[in-house]
């Protein structure tokens, strides 16, 4: 069982920084790609932010954080971090960080997210 739980968020000011962690625990990721994913207020439906395939480090981003936002990888920790720089007030939402086999085409662990406030 696939058990992931985020830290890191908080409130920060337009401009500032947060890294957000994630702790992956219950298989051996090798084959895996992990997320993060964010669900704005009033939005029902997560956005993609990036993600990083754990054997190579491959990452991809969204468009809107490129350039701020940086994905990373611990194997010997087991953790998946977000460094996100120059944020705004529309990078507020909940973050998740999520974790897909590479033999799924969907999403099937999730953790209970942390918020992250930009205020400006």
């Known amino acids: 069982q696939v058990r992931l739980v985020e830290s890191g968020g908080g409130l920060v000011q337009a401009g500032g920084s947060l890294r957000l962690s994630c702790a992956a625990s219950?298989?051996?990721?090798?084959?895996?790609?992990m997320g993060w994913f964010r669900q704005a207020p009033g939005k029902e439906e997560r956005e993609f932010v990036a993600t990083i395939a754990w054997n190579n480090g491959f990452t991809n981003y969204a468009e809107f954080v490129k350039g701020r936002f940086t994905i990373s990888r611990d194997s010997a920790k087991n953790t998946v971090s977000l460094q996100m720089n120059s944020l705004k007030p529309e990078d507020t939402g909940v973050y998740y960080c999520?974790?897909?086999?590479?033999?799924?085409?969907?999403?099937?662990?999730w953790g209970q997210g942390t918020q992250v406030t930009v205020s400006s």
């Open positions: 999520g974790a897909r086999a590479w033999s799924t085409p969907k999403y099937g662990s």
């Open positions: 219950g298989r051996t990721f090798s084959r895996y790609t």
